[in-house]
């Protein structure tokens, strides 16, 4: 299977709404979990990380929480706008001594205004 | 503007051509990375570079060549590619990569478009 597997692989929303994306690792070790957006025609941008020493981070409408236990970590974003229509990638260690982020498959985030 | 230059944004080449993808970033870092992404697929790491030297490659057929002269460039030389290889290829660069501090935020560049045919 997947060392990192995300869903939903597409979300929509209505403008305003919260949107809620999941991934799930296999490597407990893993120690640095970064969320991307990647928008129409330019790479991945980094848009919040966490590292494990903490459960949840928050950076304005955005938030990322971590379950170590359960090896899962969620991408919040709060009063969804049209802007936020992107493809989101969630990334974790492999494990296997490599430190080299695996990237999750995507959501396609739609937000209808 | 990420810090990570890609050129040329778009290539179409035929599958007897040569030809090379360049990356350039000057933020200061230490390790660059070569992705491919394709439809449907996840993220593909094809080769990292961590100060100068190659520290990974991802079971890359030989047909890609990957060349770092120094921190701040990385190549890509394609040659005899097939129509699957078509795809986005990603550059990107963080600091570094070590064992104590792992992964830190990596910098991509806006890909470059192949199209062979």
């Known amino acids: 299977g997947e060392n990192v597997e995300q869903h939903p692989s597409t979300l929509s929303v209505q403008e305003g709404d919260s949107a809620v994306i999941k991934c799930t690792y296999s490597d407990s070790a893993s120690n640095y979990f970064p969320w991307y957006k990647q928008e129409l025609g330019k790479g991945p941008q980094l848009i919040i990380d966490?590292?494990?020493?903490?459960g949840e981070k928050k950076d304005q409408r955005i938030a990322v929480t971590l379950n170590k236990t359960a090896k899962h970590f969620s991408l919040h974003i709060t009063e969804t706008q049209p802007e936020d229509s992107a493809v989101y990638f969630c990334?974790?260690?492999?494990?296997?001594?490599?430190?080299?982020?695996?990237f999750g498959r995507g959501t396609s985030l739609i937000v209808h205004p | 503007e990420t810090g990570v230059t890609q050129t040329p944004r778009h290539l179409v080449m035929g599958m007897t051509n040569k030809k090379s993808l360049k990356c350039e970033q000057h933020?200061?870092?230490?390790?660059m990375y070569w992705y491919k992404q394709s439809a449907k697929k996840p993220l593909e790491l094809m080769f990292v570079y961590n100060f100068k030297e190659q520290t990974e490659n991802n079971s890359v057929p030989s047909r890609f060549s990957p060349e770092c002269p120094n921190s701040s460039h990385l190549f890509l030389h394609l040659h005899t590619l097939q129509p699957e290889d078509s795809a986005l290829y990603l550059c990107?660069?963080?600091?570094?990569?070590?064992?104590?501090?792992?992964?830190?935020?990596?910098?991509f560049g806006q890909g470059t478009r192949l199209t062979v045919v």
């Open positions: 990334a974790a260690p492999p494990g296997g001594g490599s430190y080299i982020p695996t």
């Open positions: 933020l200061g870092h230490n390790a």
């Open positions: 990107a660069s963080s600091q570094e990569i070590n064992k104590w501090q792992g992964h830190t935020e990596a910098f």
């Open positions: 966490i590292r494990s020493n903490v």
